[in-house]
C-alpha cells in the first residue's frame, strides 16, 4: 500500500515537471517568435535557443541518469 | 531491448553502457548539425530567405507538443500505465507525421528551390537533414508501439522505449537551433 | 555448405541487387514524371546507397537487430558457426572483437597492397619528365585513388588494431556492442568497392582532399568515391563510440585509467577525435555529392537566375576546405595515436624497464587529441582565408609539437639504461621513431604560416606526411602484426625473414622522405603527371622511384612471411616476450572467451625492472588472499 | 656518466653536421624576391634547430641499441628507472618556449611580407584551367607572360575562373591560392633579374601539370620595350589578333598549334579537314562548323574527345568579331 502511494507521488511529480518545462519551452518560443518580429539579434535568439535546449536535456532527456546510475524503476 | 534471458544486473549493467553509447551519437550528431548550422551562418552570414512565418512556427510547436507527448509516454512506460504508454506514443507519432508533412509539402512547395543559390543549397541541406532524422525517429516509434501493444515492455526493463524517446527529443533539441537560424535570425535581402 | 552460406558473397550479390534497384527505381519515378528516359546521376547516388544497404543485409550485418524489432529474443551466438568449417567465420558475420579485429586487420592489407601498387604504377610514370605511358587523366585517377584507398587503409587498420586489443587489454571478453561492432566492420566492405570502382566509372582527379568546385566538376568516379568514404566515416564513428564505452565500461576490477596498458589509452584518445570530428567530412563529402547530383550550390560561386530571383548569396569555395581540415587534420591523429601507442607498448617490452613518465605519455596522447580540433586552418595558409587568423593557427599548430616532442623523448629515456634486445617487432618500433622523427622535423616549417607559403603543395608536404604517416602508423602496425602473430595464430613468424623485412623497408623509406621533401625543396609540386626537366630533380626522382620499390618488395617478404608462418610456423610459447600485459598470461591462439575469469590487475603495468612485482592476477581467489 | 658524455659529444657532433647539411642555400632553388628571404631566413634558424632535435633523439637511439644491447644469456632486467618529473617539465617548456619563438617570428614575419611600397605596380592575373593571364592596368595591356621590372614591388590581384589554382614562382618562395568567386592578393618585390616561370601548385584537373606560364624579371628599358611593343600590336591584322587571344582565353591550353594531340583537337591543318565525329557522321571543318564549336562545343564532338570539358562561355566573354579573329586564326594554321 504505501509502495503504491510513493508510486504515485512520483508519477504526480513526474507530470508536474513535464507540463512545466513543455510550457516554459513553448513560452520561450513564442518570445523568440516576438523578438525576432522586431530585430533578428542573432546572440539574443541563440542564448534562448541554448536555454530550450537545456530544459529538454534536462528533464526530457534526463541526462543526469549517465552519471546518478537510475536504473528502470 | 529486453531479453529475458539475462538477468536484472546484467541487464542494468548493459543499460548503463547503451546509455552512454546512445548519448555519444548524440554528441557525434552534433558535429554534423553544428556543421549545418556553422555552413548557415558562413553563407547566408546576416541575411535569410523570406519564408512563411505562420508555417515555421507552427510546425516549431508541433514538434514540441510531440516532445511533450514522448515524455508522457515515458513516463507511462515507467509506471506501467500501458494506456497512457500506448495513447501518448500514437501522438507523438501523429505529431511527428504533421511536422514532416509541414515541411515536406508546405516549406520545400514554397518559391525557393534547392538549387537556387546558398539559399536552397542550405534550406533543404538543414530541413532535408533534419527530417530524415524525424522520419527515422517515427519508425522508431512504431517499433516501439508494436512491441508495446505485445506488452513487451516492463518498468524494469523498457531501454527500447527510453531509447526512442530520448533520441526523439533529441531531433527536437537539434530543431530548437535549426528554428531560429532558419526562420527567425538576420534579415530578408529585398 | 554451399558458397551462398558464405555472408560475403551474399553481402555482394546484396549489393549488386541493391544498386540495379536503387538506379531502377529512381529511372522509373523519373519516367513516370514525364522526363526523359535516362540515368543521371542522383540515380546512381541512390544505387549506390541501396547497393551499400543490400551488402548490409545480405551479409547479415542487420538480422540481429531486425528480429530485435519484431520482438525475437537474439542471444549472442559465439564460437565457431555450426556445420560449417570454422574458416568461414572470416567470411561472414561474427561478433567476436578477435575474429572482427582480424577481418579489419586482413581488409586493410588488402588496401594497403592495392593502394601501394597504385602508387607503384605512378611512380614509373614520375621517374622521368615527360607522360611514358599514362595520360593526365589516367594519372590524376590512379595518385587521387592511391591517396583515399590509402586514407582508407589506415582506418580500417586502427580499426584492427582497436578491436582486437582493446578488449583483451582491459581484461574483458568483448566489445560491449559486439553487434554494432560487425557492422561497424563490414560497412567498410561495400565502401571499399566502391571506391575501387570509382577508377572503372570515368576516373576523378582532384585528389584525396576532393576541393570543391574540382570536385564538383569531376567525372562520375567523384561521387562513388565522395559515397565511399562517406560509409567508412560512419564505420570510423561507430566503431570508436564502441572503444569509448568498452574502455569507460569493462575494465577489469583494478585497471584504473592510470593503470591501463599504454595503448589503450591512445585509442581512447583516437576515439574521442574520431566519434565526432568524422562527421564534418561526412557532411562535406555529401554536401559536393548534393551539389553534383542536385544542383544544391553550396560551393560554388555562380549565382542561377533562380538564385538572384530569392536574393540569395552564392556558395563559398573556402567553406569546403574548413569543413574538411576541420576533420582531416585530426584525422591524422586517428592513424598516428594508435601507432605512437604502439611504440610505448613495446618499447618497454624490449627494453626490460618501465616506461618513462607514463602519466605524461598517457595525457599526451590526450592533450594531441584535444589541441588537434584547433588547427585545421593550418591547411588553409594560402587559400585566401582571413588574413587575421593565419597567427591564432600558426601557434596553435606549434603547440602541437610539444606533447609529440614529451613522446619523443619518453621513448629515448626508455631505451636509456635498458637491456634491448633486437627481435623484429622491436626493431620496427626503432625503425618507427626514427622516420616518425623526421616526419616530426619536417612539420614545424609548415606551421610557420611564411614557410608554408613556400612549402604548401609541394612535394616537401609528400615528404612530409608519408613519413608522419609511416613512421606514425604503418610502421608501428606492422610491428604490432609481428608482436601480437604468436598471441593470433599461436605460431611464430619467420625470424630471418621479419629483419630482411626492415633492412629493405627501413633504409627504403628514409631514402623516399627525404627525396621527396628534397625535389619538392627545388620546385616540385604535388599531384602533377608530369614535371619540368629544368628543375634538376632528375636523381631525386630515381631514388624516390628505386625507394618505393624497395618498399614494395619489403611488404611483398611481409606477406610471404605472414601466410608461410600461419601455416608452419614454429608454435609459440603463450608469452614470447615475457610481456606483462594481460592478453600474455593466457594461453596462445587466445580461447573463445580470451579470460576464463576476469583478470584482477594488482600492480603497475610496465614494472619490468622488479621482477616479483604482479601487474595481472589471473586467480581472483588467491589475490583477495595478498 | 661516461654514457652522458660520449652522447652530448656525439649530440653536439651530428647537430654541426646535419645542421651545416641544412643550410638553405643548398636546399632552395635561387631567391629572386624581397618578400622571399624571409622564408630563407626561417630555414637557416630552422637548419640548427632541426639538426639538434635529430641528433638528440638519434644519437641516444642509436647509442642505447648498441651499449644497452642485451647479452646472450643476461636475464637481468633494465634500470628501474619510472620518470622524472623535472625532466619532464624541462622537456614541455624548453620545446615550448622554441615553438613559441618561432610562432611569434613567423607572424612579424608574416606582416613584412604584406607590407605596400607606395609605387607598386598592379598586376591583374586570371587563371582559367589551364592557362594564366596576366593584366597590365597602368599601361592598359595585357599578355600570356608576366613580365616584372627589377626592383619593383608587384601587387598581384588574382581571380579564377572556374577552379581554386595557385601562383606560385619557386624563386619568389610565396605562392597565393586563385579561388573561385574570391578576389585573393600577394605582394613580391623581384629582385634578381632572369627568366623562371609560375607553376599552378594547387591540382586543378586534367592539365594540372602543364599550367604553366613564363616569367622574365627585367631592367626598366627591357620592360618598356616590351610595353611598347605590347601596345602596338593593336595595329595588328585578323590572323595575329586571334593569335593572340588564343593564349589570352586560354584556347591554347587545350589545342595545340603544331599538330600533337592534347585535351582538344589541334588546330594545325583543322580548317578544311573531315572529322568524324561521335555519331559517326563526317563533317567539314569550315566557318560555320568552329563558330557552333566555339559557341556550343558540346554540339558537334569529334570522335576520340570528352564532351563538357571545353567552357561554354565564349559566346559572352568574346565579342562577334573576336570570334572571327579567331576563326581567321584557326583558319591561317591551315596546312
Known amino acids: 500500500m504505501r509502495e503504491k502511494i510513493k508510486m504515485s507521488d512520483k508519477k504526480r511529480a513526474a507530470y508536474r515537471t513535464g507540463i512545466v518545462v513543455f510550457l516554459v519551452v513553448a513560452a520561450l518560443t513564442a518570445v523568440e517568435f516576438y523578438l525576432a518580429s522586431i530585430s533578428g539579434a542573432i546572440a539574443v535568439l541563440f542564448f534562448i535557443a541554448l536555454i530550450k535546449a537545456a530544459l529538454i536535456v534536462r528533464y526530457f532527456m534526463h541526462v543526469n541518469r549517465l552519471w546518478t546510475d537510475e536504473g528502470h524503476e | 531491448m529486453s531479453v529475458a534471458t539475462t538477468t536484472l544486473s546484467q541487464y542494468r549493467a548493459q543499460l548503463r553502457s547503451n546509455r552512454l553509447g546512445l548519448w555519444l551519437f548524440f554528441i ?16 547566408w552570414g546576416g541575411t535569410r530567405p523570406d519564408l512563411d512565418q505562420r508555417l515555421g512556427l507552427i510546425v516549431t510547436s508541433i514538434l514540441l507538443l510531440s516532445s511533450f507527448f514522448m515524455y508522457l509516454a515515458e513516463v507511462g512506460a515507467e509506471h506501467e500505465n500501458r494506456r497512457l504508454f500506448l495513447f501518448s506514443l500514437i501522438m507523438t507519432a501523429l505529431l511527428g507525421t504533421a511536422f514532416l508533412l509541414g515541411v515536406v509539402i508546405f516549406e520545400w512547395g514554397g518559391e525557393i528551390r534547392p538549387w537556387d543559390g546558398a539559399f536552397g543549397a542550405i534550406l533543404y541541406g538543414m530541413t532535408g537533414m533534419h527530417a530524415l532524422h524525424v522520419a527515422s525517429g517515427i519508425v522508431l516509434i512504431l517499433i516501439v508501439a508494436y512491441n508495446g501493444l505485445r506488452g513487451r515492455y516492463t518498468a524494469e526493463r523498457h531501454w527500447g522505449v527510453e531509447a526512442c524517446a530520448i533520441y526523439w527529443h533529441y531531433v527536437d533539441v537539434v530543431w530548437i537551433f535549426f528554428y531560429p537560424a532558419i526562420y527567425l535570425m538576420g534579415t530578408v535581402p529585398t | 555448405m554451399t558458397v551462398l552460406s558464405l555472408g560475403i558473397v551474399r553481402g555482394l550479390a546484396g549489393q549488386l541487387i541493391g544498386s540495379a534497384l536503387g538506379i531502377g527505381v529512381s529511372v522509373a519515378v523519373r519516367v513516370a514524371m514525364g522526363l526523359p528516359l535516362e540515368v543521371k546521376e542522383g540515380a546512381i547516388v541512390v544505387g549506390i546507397l541501396v547497393g551499400a544497404m543490400g551488402f548490409m543485409i545480405g551479409v547479415g550485418a542487420l538480422t540481429d537487430w531486425s528480429k530485435w524489432m519484431l520482438g525475437i529474443e537474439t542471444p549472442l551466438r559465439l564460437g565457431p558457426p555450426e556445420g560449417k568449417p570454422s574458416w568461414t567465420r572470416y567470411f561472414g558475420v561474427d561478433y567476436s572483437h578477435k575474429i572482427i579485429g582480424i577481418q579489419y586487420g586482413v581488409t586493410s592489407m588488402v588496401l594497403l597492397f592495392l593502394a601501394g601498387l597504385l602508387a607503384l604504377t605512378f611512380r614509373v610514370e614520375l621517374t622521368t619528365p615527360g607522360l611514358q605511358f599514362l595520360d593526365n587523366h589516367t594519372y590524376n585517377t590512379i595518385m587521387s585513388t592511391h591517396g583515399i584507398a590509402m586514407i582508407a587503409a589506415m582506418l580500417v587498420g586502427v580499426g584492427a588494431m582497436a578491436n582486437y586489443l582493446t578488449p583483451l587489454m582491459i581484461g574483458t571478453s568483448d566489445m560491449v556492442f559486439p553487434r554494432l561492432n560487425a ?24 585528389g584525396w582532399t576532393a576541393y570543391a568546385p574540382l570536385s564538383v566538376n569531376a567525372p562520375l568516379g567523384m561521387q562513388f568515391v565522395l559515397l565511399g568514404v562517406f560509409l567508412i566515416g560512419l564505420s570510423s564513428i561507430l566503431g570508436s563510440i564502441n572503444v ?38 561526412g557532411l562535406s563529402f555529401l554536401m559536393v555529392s548534393a551539389e ?7 560551393f560554388s560561386p555562380v549565382l542561377s537566375p533562380g538564385a538572384v530571383a530569392v536574393g540569395s548569396p552564392a556558395g563559398q569555395v573556402l567553406l569546403f576546405q574548413n569543413l574538411f581540415w576541420f576533420y582531416s587534420h585530426p584525422a591524422v591523429y586517428v592513424f598516428i595515436l594508435p601507432g605512437l601507442g604502439i611504440i610505448s607498448e613495446l618499447l618497454p617490452v624490449f627494453s626490460r624497464k618501465p616506461l618513462f613518465g607514463y602519466k605524461w605519455v598517457a595525457l599526451s596522447s590526450m592533450a594531441i587529441a584535444l589541441m588537434g580540433f584547433f588547427v585545421w586552418g593550418h591547411h588553409m595558409f594560402t587559400s585566401g582565408m582571413l588574413e587575421g587568423l593565419r597567427i591564432p593557427f600558426m601557434v596553435t599548430t606549434m603547440l602541437i609539437a610539444v606533447p609529440t616532442g614529451v613522446k619523443f623523448f619518453s621513448w629515448i629515456a626508455t631505451l636509456w639504461g635498458g637491456k634491448i634486445s633486437l627481435q623484429t617487432p622491436m626493431l620496427f618500433v626503432l625503425g618507427a621513431i626514427s622516420i616518425f622523427l623526421i616526419g616530426g622535423l619536417t612539420g614545424p616549417p609548415n606551421g610557420v604560416s611564411v614557410s608554408d607559403l613556400f612549402l604548401h603543395d609541394t612535394y616537401y608536404i609528400v615528404g612530409h606526411f608519408h613519413a608522419a604517416m609511416f613512421g606514425g602508423f604503418i610502421f608501428p602496425f606492422i610491428a604490432a602484426i609481428y608482436y601480437w602473430f604468436p598471441k593470433i595464430t599461436g605460431r611464430m613468424y619467420d625470424e630471418g625473414l621479419g629483419k630482411l623485412h626492415f633492412w629493405l623497408m627501413t633504409p627504403g623509406f628514409w631514402l623516399q622522405s627525404l627525396a621527396m621533401a628534397r625535389v619538392g625543396l627545388l620546385g616540385m609540386r604535388r599531384r602533377i603527371a608530369d614535371w619540368d626537366p629544368g628543375l634538376g630533380i632528375e636523381t631525386g626522382q630515381l631514388m624516390i622511384t628505386i625507394a618505393g620499390f624497395a618498399i614494395g618488395i619489403s611488404m611483398l617478404i611481409f606477406l610471404a612471411n605472414l601466410i608461410i608462418s600461419a601455416v608452419r610456423g614454429r608454435v609459440a610459447s603463450p608469452n614470447p616476450w615475457q610481456s606483462r600485459s594481460p592478453e600474455f598470461q593466457i594461453p596462445s591462439p587466445i580461447p573463445e572467451h580470451s579470460y576464463a575469469q576476469p583478470p584482477v590487475i594488482t600492480g603497475e603495468p610496465y614494472d619490468y625492472a622488479e621482477p616479483d612485482s604482479v601487474y595481472v592476477s589471473m586467480s581472483p581467489a588467491s589475490s583477495a588472499a595478498d | 656518466m661516461k654514457h652522458l658524455l660520449a652522447v652530448v659529444v656525439l649530440i653536439v657532433i651530428v647537430t654541426l653536421a646535419v645542421g651545416f647539411l641544412l643550410n638553405p642555400e643548398n636546399l632552395l632553388p635561387t631567391l629572386a624576391s624581397e618578400e622571399g628571404a624571409f622564408v630563407d631566413q626561417l630555414f637557416s634558424l630552422y637548419a640548427f634547430v632541426i639538426a639538434f632535435f635529430f641528433a638528440l633523439i638519434v644519437v641516444i637511439l642509436l647509442y642505447s641499441t648498441i651499449v644497452f644491447r642485451r647479452k646472450k644469456g643476461d636475464d637481468k632486467p633494465g634500470a628501474n628507472v619510472h620518470g622524472n618529473s623535472v625532466l619532464e617539465i624541462v622537456w614541455t617548456v624548453i620545446p615550448l618556449g622554441i615553438v613559441l619563438f618561432f610562432a611569434g617570428l613567423g607572424a612579424v614575419y608574416l606582416k613584412d611580407t604584406l607590407k605596400a611600397e607606395p609605387d607598386e605596380m598592379i598586376v591583374e592575373v ?144 583543322l580548317f578544311g579537314s573531315e572529322e568524324i565525329l561521335e555519331d559517326g557522321s563526317v563533317v567539314l571543318v569550315d566557318e560555320a562548323y568552329l563558330l557552333e564549336s566555339i559557341l556550343d562545343p558540346n554540339l558537334q564532338v569529334v570522335e576520340g574527345y570528352r564532351p563538357d570539358l571545353m567552357p561554354k562561355v565564349y559566346g559572352d566573354t568574346l565579342s562577334q568579331e573576336e570570334i572571327q579573329d579567331l576563326i581567321a586564326y584557326i583558319r591561317s594554321l591551315e596546312n
Open chain 4, 126 to 269: 586570371t587563371a582559367s584551367q589551364w592557362s594564366w593571364r596576366f593584366r597590365y592596368p597602368e599601361f592598359g595591356i595585357s599578355s600570356t607572360e608576366l613580365n616584372l621590372l627589377n626592383g619593383r614591388q608587384v601587387l598581384f590581384v588574382f581571380e579564377s575562373t572556374d577552379v581554386i589554382h595557385s601562383f606560385w614562382v619557386p624563386e619568389f618562395r610565396l605562392k597565393q591560392d586563385v579561388v573561385p568567386g574570391i578576389t585573393t592578393t600577394l605582394r613580391l618585390k623581384p629582385t634578381l633579374p632572369g627568366s623562371y616561370k609560375v607553376r599552378c601548385a594547387e591540382l586543378c584537373g586534367l592539365n594540372h601539370a602543364y599550367m604553366l606560364a613564363e616569367v622574365t624579371v627585367m631592367e626598366q628599358a627591357e620592360f618598356d620595350a616590351w610595353v611598347a611593343s605590347e601596345i602596338d600590336s593593336g595595329a595588328l591584322g585578323p590572323p595575329d589578333r586571334g593569335a593572340k587571344l588564343a593564349g589570352l582565353n586560354g584556347c591554347l591550353a587545350c589545342h595545340s598549334t603544331d599538330g600533337t594531340r592534347s585535351v582538344g583537337p589541334s588546330w594545325r591543318g
Open chain 2, 28 to 43: 557525434s550528431e552534433l558535429f554534423l548539425f553544428g556543421g549545418l548550422l556553422i555552413s548557415r551562418f558562413y553563407l
Open chain 3, 183 to 206: 557492422f561497424g566492420f563490414w560497412i567498410n566492405v561495400p565502401a571499399a568497392l566502391l571506391i575501387g570502382t570509382s577508377m572503372y566509372v570515368g576516373g576523378w582527379d582532384t
Open chain 3, 244 to 281: 569509448i564505452v568498452t574502455v569507460l565500461h569493462r575494465r577489469t576490477p583494478g585497471m584504473h585509467f592510470f593503470r591501463m596498458p599504454i595503448f589503450v589509452w591512445s585509442v581512447l584518445a583516437t576515439s574521442i577525435i574520431a566519434f565526432s570530428a568524422t562527421q564534418l567530412i
Open chain 3, 292 to 298: 553534383r547530383a542536385l544542383g544544391m550550390t553550396f
